[in-house]
């Protein structure tokens, strides 16, 4: 079962759109909506499967259950209590656009080829695990990446090299080449 958050505003309040979807996402990158209206604030936790997942949201780390109010202006929900998020929940919300470049693309792939070898020796037990490790190298480096952007990354890489080769394998066609293939 993931667990996942619902999304906030800087103040730390729960946002709900103009159509009354709260904005939610699972710590496994899964974006998703729920109608505010059927959610029971009451409870301590709801669980729902998306997509063949099973999710799971603590209310009372995302809305306490004192006084809440929907400020119909700002189409939000405002709680009187203070909320203490860790960074680690912010980031997996408030996720902002990254742009990749040459540089930093070919960064990722020397990273990548380093902690490869060691998931395939069994010295990294699991690729998400990977991924948060180079993610946090090319932070080291100064570009600030997600545990998701950097998996998305490598997978779109994947793909377009995948589509070359096989734009590449039929005949009467130009021949293309990957600028990132080595």
């Not at 919300?93 to 930093?104: G, L, P, R, V």
């Amino acid at each position: 079962m993931e667990r996942a958050y619902m999304q906030k505003n800087a103040a730390g309040e729960v946002v709900v759109d103009k159509n009354g979807y709260i904005k939610c996402m699972s710590e496994g990158g899964l974006k998703f909506k729920l109608l505010h209206k059927d959610i029971n604030f009451n409870c301590d936790n709801i669980c729902y499967t998306i997509d063949n997942r099973d999710v799971f949201i603590q209310l009372n780390d995302n809305v306490y259950n004192t006084s809440i109010s929907i400020n119909k202006d700002a189409n939000k929900i405002v709680s009187n209590e203070d909320t203490n998020k860790t960074d680690e929940i912010e980031e997996v919300i408030t996720e902002t656009a990254f742009h990749w470049n040459d540089n930093n693309t070919k960064l990722f792939l020397h990273i990548y080829k380093d902690y490869i070898n060691l998931v395939a020796q069994r010295k990294i037990k699991t690729k998400k695990i990977m991924w948060q490790k180079i993610a946090e190298q090319m932070k080291s480096h100064g570009y600030n990446v997600s545990i998701l952007q950097v998996e998305n990354k490598y997978k779109s890489l994947e793909r377009a090299y995948k589509n070359i080769k096989n734009h590449n394998n039929k005949t009467g066609r130009h021949r293309l080449v990957c600028p990132f293939e080595t």
